[in-house]
């Protein structure tokens, strides 16, 4: 089960996720067959199947892969284990991709009760769900808090020197900004997010392609169209032959579409 949970791991990350479902799916039925069906090592695959699913825009199937971790782990783990805190979080996640965002805060405030419990701070996983919580904060109208929390979230990354977290967490406060209407306050912390996602990655890559639209909805906020729309249409391209979900794709090209109406 072990070396099939590293293949799927892999495959996922060369963005072959049916590939990577699938391997994870063989690799529960084998830990199932070994350790019964509701022995609690299971819930780290099925949290990692989970994941994949989502990735794919699975939600339906994530939902009922995730509950059945929760009963797993309800029943066999402290309240306080890391593979429960991953669970709240994908719980969060899962929820605000659903468009149910209080849940969603509900979820990873959660989960960072559980890693504030299992981890010493500073520590990326608790960054992870505060970037989550901040998110679904801001998606509900809170950007006050949701900046707050994402700064907080920022400052714990930065401690860290985790590169790749920093830069997720730029583009998700220039994201809080804009959509609080403080696009000049944007501007800034998006471009830095785009330099450093275009450091760690090449040019052409979902990441940086994620925060070119970004970048571009805060220049749309003062009126510099021109500038937006050639940000958008170097994004979409990379969209829509990268693997994930394709709610982006779909952002950047009606954000596009709107511009050369």
Same mark, same amino acid.
């Given at each position: 089960?072990?070396?099939?949970?590293?293949?799927?791991?892999?495959?996922?990350?060369?963005?072959?996720?049916?590939?990577?479902?699938?391997?994870?799916?063989?690799?529960?039925?084998?830990?199932?067959?070994?350790?019964?069906?509701?022995?609690?090592?299971?819930?780290?695959?099925?949290?990692?199947?989970?994941?994949?699913?989502?990735?794919?825009?699975?939600?339906?199937?994530?939902?009922?892969?995730?509950?059945?971790?929760?009963?797993?782990?309800?029943?066999?783990?402290?309240?306080?284990?890391?593979?429960?805190?991953?669970?709240?979080?994908?719980?969060?996640?899962?929820?605000?991709?659903?468009?149910?965002?209080?849940?969603?805060?509900?979820?990873?405030?959660?989960?960072?009760?559980?890693?504030?419990?299992?981890? +010493? !701070?500073? =520590?990326?996983?608790? *960054?992870?769900?505060?970037?989550? $919580? @901040?998110? &679904? #904060?801001?998606? %509900?109208? /809170?950007?006050?808090?949701?900046?707050?929390?994402?700064?907080?979230?920022?400052?714990?990354?930065?401690?860290?020197?985790?590169?790749?977290?920093?830069?997720?967490?730029?583009?998700?406060?220039?994201?809080?900004?804009?959509?609080?209407?403080?696009?000049?306050?944007?501007?800034?912390?998006?471009?830095?997010?785009?330099?450093?996602?275009?450091?760690?990655? +090449? !040019?052409? =890559?979902?990441?940086? *392609?994620?925060?070119?639209?970004? $970048? @571009?909805? &805060? #220049?749309?906020? %003062?009126? /510099?169209?021109?500038?937006?729309?050639?940000?958008?249409?170097?994004?979409?391209?990379?969209?829509?032959?990268?693997?994930?979900?394709?709610?982006?794709?779909?952002?950047?090209?009606?954000?596009?579409?709107?511009?050369?109406?």
């Amino acid at each position: 089960a072990s070396m099939l949970n590293n293949r799927a791991y892999i495959r996922g990350q060369l963005g072959d996720l049916p590939a990577s479902e699938a391997l994870y799916r063989e690799a529960i039925m084998a830990k199932r067959s070994l350790l019964g069906p509701d022995h609690p090592g299971l819930v780290r695959n099925l949290n990692n199947l989970t994941s994949t699913l989502m990735s794919q825009e699975k939600y339906a199937a994530a939902d009922s892969v995730l509950a059945e971790a929760f009963t797993i782990s309800e029943a066999a783990l402290p309240d306080a284990h890391p593979d429960v805190g991953i669970s709240l979080a994908h719980r969060g996640r899962l929820r605000a991709a659903q468009g149910r965002a209080a849940e969603a805060g509900r979820d990873f405030l959660a989960s960072i009760d559980v890693r504030r419990d299992v981890y +010493e !701070a500073p =520590h990326h996983r608790i *960054a992870s769900s505060l970037h989550g $919580l @901040a998110q &679904a #904060l801001s998606d %509900q109208g /809170r950007h006050a808090e949701a900046e707050a929390t994402q700064r907080e979230g920022l400052a714990m990354s930065r401690a860290l020197e985790r590169e790749a977290d920093i830069a997720r967490d730029l583009r998700s406060l220039g994201d809080i900004l804009t959509a609080a209407g403080q696009h000049a306050a944007a501007e800034p912390v998006l471009r830095d997010a785009l330099a450093r996602h275009v450091e760690l990655f +090449e !040019a052409v =890559h979902r990441e940086v *392609a994620l925060t070119q639209v970004s $970048l @571009a909805r &805060a #220049l749309i906020g %003062q009126a /510099r169209t021109d500038d937006a729309e050639a940000l958008l249409t170097a994004a979409w391209p990379t969209l829509a032959a990268s693997a994930g979900p394709r709610t982006p794709l779909r952002d950047a090209l009606a954000l596009l579409a709107d511009l050369r109406e």
